[in-house]
C-alpha cells in the first residue's frame, strides 16, 4: 500500500504528466526532453546522468533509432498505459524502488531484489520442446491471498516490479487485474502464450495501465511452431495485432537454442515485430532444466559468441531496430553478473518455493511458512549473497551452466531441495548437462573478455563491503 506521502507525491507527477501529454503529439522531440527533465528531477540521482543525457540527444536526433521509437510510442501507446506504467516504473520503481531497495541492503546484510518473479499456475494449455512447466500439470497454484502477499511484502522492502510466469499466468487473468488496481505504484509483466488474449482481456488491461506482456515467439512459422505446437505462430501475431490496436505495452520473449538462432535473430522477424508493435526483446539462453532437458538445445559456444556479437549490432542507435533488447545471459556485464538470489530478482514457483533463480529449481524456504526477508537470510540465497560474483569474467555469470561446480558446492553445503513438481532432480543430475557447454565456453568467453571493453556498472558486492573485508 502507498504512504499518504507517495500518493501526493503520485498525483503531483501525474499532473504534471498530464501538462505535458498535450503537447507530446504536437512536438514530440521537445515536450520529450521537458518529460526527461521532470522525471530525472524526481530520480534524485538514483540513476547516472550520463543516462539522461544520452535520452535527451537520442529524442533530438531524427537519425537515431529511439527517436522513431519515441514517435511511434506516443503515437500508438493508449495514454492511460502510457501515464500509468510511466507512473508505477519511473516513480514506484525508479525513485521510491531504487531508493528503498539500496537502503534495505546495507540494513539487512543481505540481497534485496528490484523485481520478483512468481508463477500464479503451473496449469497451462500448451507442450512446448524442452520447457519443464508443459509436465508440471494443472494442479499447483498460489492463491490470491499469496500472490497479495508477496506483492505487500515486496513493496515493504522496495520492490515494485513484477514478473509473472508458470504455467500460462493468464489461466489467472482476473486476479493478475486484482493485483494492478491494487498496486499501481508497482508495474506487472506478464509472460504468456497469448492464446487467452481476446478483446475483453485488452479492454481490461487498458483500464489497469501497469500490466504489459512479453508474448513468447520463436521466429518465423516453421521455427516458432516445431517447438510450441502447430498454429502456435499464427495465434500470437493475431493477439499481437489486438495488443497494438488497443495500445497496450507489450514485447516479446524468446528461448533461444542451438536450432533457432538464424531464425530469431533475423531482420525479417524482427521488422516484423516491431511493425506489430512490440517495444521490447527478452531473450533467454536454453536451459537443460527437468527430466524432458534436451541438452542439445544448448546452443554451442560459437553459437554464443554470434549471439553477443549480434546483441550489440541490433542496438546500434544508427542501424539497429527500434526496440529495447535484453539478453540475461550475455548482458551480465551490465549488471556485474549473475542477479539471482535476490541480488536483482529471484522467482517464486507456484508451490510457494522461493528459488533464487527461475532456472535453478532448489530452495529451502517457502513463501507459505517463512517470509520474503526470512527466504534472502536463509542459507541458500546466502549463498549467492557471499559468492556473487560467480566468475569475474560476467561472459560466464550464471553458478548453473557455466559454473556448474558452484552451484554443487552451493546446494551441497546449504542442504537445500529440489523444487520439481514432477521428478526430483539431484543437483548432480542438473549440472551434469552443463559440464560440456562451460568447458567449451569457458575458453572462448575468456578470450571475448580479454580483447573487449566492458561496462562499469554501479553495484557493489558483499566482497566488497566492511563486513566482508573483517571477515577475512
Known sequence: MMTFGEKLQRAFAG??????????????????VKLINVAQKFMGGAFPEK??????????????????????????????????????????????????????????????????????T??????????????????SNLSLDDMRSIVNQGTKLGTHLYMMTGGEPLVRKDDV????????????????NATLIDDAFCIEAKKAGNLALAVSIEGDRESNDARRGAGAYDKSVAA?????????????????????????????FLDLMVSKGA????????????????????????????????LRQVRNTETGKPMFFMDFQNDAEYVGGCIAGGRNYFHINSEGDMEPCVFIHYSDSNIKNQTILEALQSP?????????????????????????DILRRIIGETGARSTDLVEKETVEQLCSKCDRFAGEWAPVADEIWKNSTHPKPKTQFYRDTAEAKEDK
Open 15 to 32: 499532473g504534471i504528466f498530464e501538462g505535458i501529454y498535450r503537447y507530446l503529439k504536437k512536438n514530440p522531440s521537445e515536450n520529450l
Open 51 to 120: 543516462n539522461f543525457d544520452a535520452f535527451r540527444a537520442a529524442v533530438n536526433d531524427k537519425n537515431n533509432i529511439w527517436y522513431g521509437f519515441a514517435q511511434s510510442f506516443i503515437d500508438e501507446v493508449d495514454k492511460n498505459v502510457f501515464k500509468k506504467s510511466l507512473l508505477a516504473l519511473g516513480l514506484g520503481a525508479g525513485v521510491n524502488g531504487t531508493k528503498a531497495v539500496r537502503k534495505n541492503r546495507e540494513i539487512y546484510k543481505c540481497n534485496i531484489p528490484f523485481l520478483i518473479l512468481f508463477d500464479p
Open 122 to 139: 503451473s496449469a497451462c494449455n500448451m507442450k512446448c520442446k524442452g520447457c519443464w512447466s508443459a509436465e508440471y500439470g494443472h494442479k
Open 177 to 192: 487485474f486484482t493485483l494492478c488496481r491494487e498496486n499501481p505504484n508497482c508495474m506487472f509483466l506478464a509472460y504468456t
Open 240 to 268: 499481437m495485432d489486438m495488443l497494438k490496436n488497443h495500445g497496450l505495452l507489450f514485447g516479446i520473449s524468446i528461448c533461444y537454442t542451438s536450432e533457432n538462432i538464424p531464425k530469431v535473430t533475423s531482420d525479417e
Open 279 to 310: 517495444r521490447f526483446a527478452f531473450y533467454f539462453n536454453y536451459m537443460p532444466i527437468g527430466r524432458a532437458s534436451d541438452v542439445s538445445l544448448i546452443p554451442r559456444p560459437e553459437q554464443r559468441k554470434y549471439m553477443y556479437s549480434w
Open 380 to 404: 541458500l540465497f546466502m549463498a549467492y549473497y557471499h559468492g556473487q560474483p560467480f566468475n569475474d569474467n560476467h561472459l560466464r555469470p550464471c553458478p548453473m551452466l557455466e559454473n556448474p
